[in-house]
């Protein structure tokens, strides 16, 4: 399976290796191509998908050989019609998707009416006696369909195994960095554009007009257009776009390439992550710039012209980059970290260049400008490791020992899981009046996320603990 695998793979990327194949090589390359898939999917296949691609098979063999043949006698015209119209007929027959998992029951409607359209010109020009074009159109749609299926079940033969890869491998393997649906979009886009190109060049030739879309592509893109005093071309447009493009692709998905399962690991590689970023576009935009022949000189001309309007209309976003690289140095805060500003807290998600990303308790992804962090007063409870503690403060009025209180109270509290047993604990009397005693609690605990979880359920047991005392509790 893997050799057919690899043979499938090579044969069908064969035609990117030059723009200008031999029609013969192309029809045997689809030919075993074919025959490749058909051993590798056979044990899927029904009854139907079986007769179906026998029927693609003979009519790919039958076009080749009649067209050999073919000759002025009406004879051997005929015999070419009449299989032209056994591939109509196929080519209508594929219209209805039977099963999506099989990719020989169906043609998408462009690709069928495509090759439609291509055999009727192969018999219209075989009736009026144009041979070499009914020749040419014939084998052309035969091709075409041949590349249709092969190019379906390339792209979910390379699906399939990226699912097995993501279902097979460990935790920790690089490919579970990345988003399962996301890559297989990305994938699907990649085959379509390659297969795009491979349509092109196959069918340019097998309809030998080669050298004439080589001709107009090269003055489309290598014609010198001038605007101003900047000379460039289609080509070095397109070229410096897809330059940008991917540096902006690299920015993004960074932290998915450089994320391990160890967080540790993560927060020491992700903390110049937001910087890493801006260099990376910055020095994609500017190999685009030089590409399109702006040179730095011109550049700045530019910049320089628009820095009154930046300075006076982007204040806050120039406060915030800055802020944002303060604080990607001076680090007071690191994602995993819980943080608390004015009257919002949670975890912190992403340290981004201009803002950075809070996820609160109630499930909110809160987005806070740099400038503000830096600015305002954060509380940061995970800072170093440090140790989280909770105060409580307890008025109990009652006609028992305080020492019984005191006693049962650290028995209680020792019983919570979400206690840090390695920090001391303190309950202190605080306070004392006429007719109540004000106990102060000190308790470690060990994720601030745990706080309202263990205050609640503490509450609720001294509540149920006074009443069977006949005795009144206030929290505080």
């Known amino acids: 399976i893997p050799v057919l695998k690899f043979a499938v793979f090579f044969l069908i990327l064969l035609p990117l290796t030059s723009l200008r194949i031999p029609v013969i090589v192309l029809e045997l390359s689809y030919l075993l191509i074919f025959g490749f898939l058909y051993l590798l999917i056979r044990p899927e296949l029904s009854n139907q998908h079986l007769k179906m691609m026998q029927y693609v098979f003979f009519y790919y063999l039958l076009v080749l050989a009649s067209n050999l043949v073919l000759d002025t006698g009406w004879m051997s015209r005929i015999i ?28 998408r409607p462009f690709s ?5 359209i291509i055999i009727m ?28 299926f092969s190019l379906y079940a390339f792209r979910d033969m390379l699906s399939h195994d990226l699912l097995n890869s993501y279902e097979n491998s460990k935790e920790d393997r690089f490919i579970n960095r990345f988003d399962k649906q996301k890559i297989l979009a990305a994938l699907r886009r990649i085959i379509g554009l390659f297969a795009g190109i491979l349509v092109i060049i196959i069918w340019a030739n097998t309809l030998h007009i080669t050298s004439e879309i080589r ?11 001038t605007i101003g005093g900047v000379n460039y071309t289609y080509g070095d447009v397109l070229l410096a776009f897809a330059v940008i493009w991917t540096a902006n692709w690299i920015q993004k998905n960074l932290k998915d390439l450089l994320d391990q399962p160890d967080a540790k690991k993560n927060q020491r590689r992700t903390a110049l992550l937001p910087l890493v970023r801006v260099v990376i576009f910055i020095v994609g935009f500017l190999i685009g710039i030089r590409i399109l ?18 300075g006076l209309g982007l204040q806050n976003i120039i406060n915030n980059f800055v802020s944002g690289v303060i604080l990607v140095f001076e680090r007071p805060f690191k994602v995993g970290d819980y943080v608390e500003l004015a009257d919002k807290k949670g975890q912190v998600m992403q340290v981004g260049i201009r803002s950075s990303t809070l996820l609160t308790d109630q499930g909110a992804q809160v987005i806070i400008p740099n400038g503000d962090l830096l600015s305002g007063r954060l509380v940061n409870w995970t800072f170093e490791e440090s140790d989280i503690r909770l105060n409580l403060q307890l008025t109990i009025v009652t006609g028992r020992s305080i020492e019984d209180w005191k006693k049962w ?33 000190q308790v470690g605990i060990q994720n601030v996320q745990h706080i309202e979880r263990f205050r609640s359920k503490f509450l609720e047991q001294v509540k149920a603990e006074a009443a069977l005392h006949d005795s009144k509790v206030t929290s505080a």
């Not at 069928?112 to 439609?116: D, K, N």
């Not at 001709?215 to 014609?223: A, C, F, M, P, S």
């Not at 209680?412 to 004000?438: G, H, N, V």
Request: some cysteine.
């Open 80 to 107: 070419v019609m009449l299989i032209n119209l056994s591939g109509i007929c196929l080519l209508w027959h594929l219209r209805r998707k039977v099963d999506g998992k099989i990719p020989f029951d169906y043609l």
């Open 112 to 116: 069928r009416w495509l090759l439609l």
């Open 121 to 148: 010109a192969a018999i219209i020009f075989n009736l009026f006696g144009f041979l070499n074009l009914a020749r040419t159109c014939s084998i052309a749609g035969a091709v075409g369909l041949l590349q249709a």
């Open 215 to 225: 001709r107009l592509g090269d003055r489309l893109l290598n014609n010198t257009h």
């Open 293 to 310: 022949g702006l040179g730095v000189d011109k550049l700045t001309v530019i910049v320089g012209a628009l820095s009154v309007g930046i």
């Open 409 to 441: 109270l650290e028995d209680t509290i020792t019983s919570f899981k979400e206690i840090d047993r390695s920090l001391p604990m303190k309950i202190l009397t605080k306070d004392i009046t006429a007719d109540a005693y004000i106990v102060s609690i």
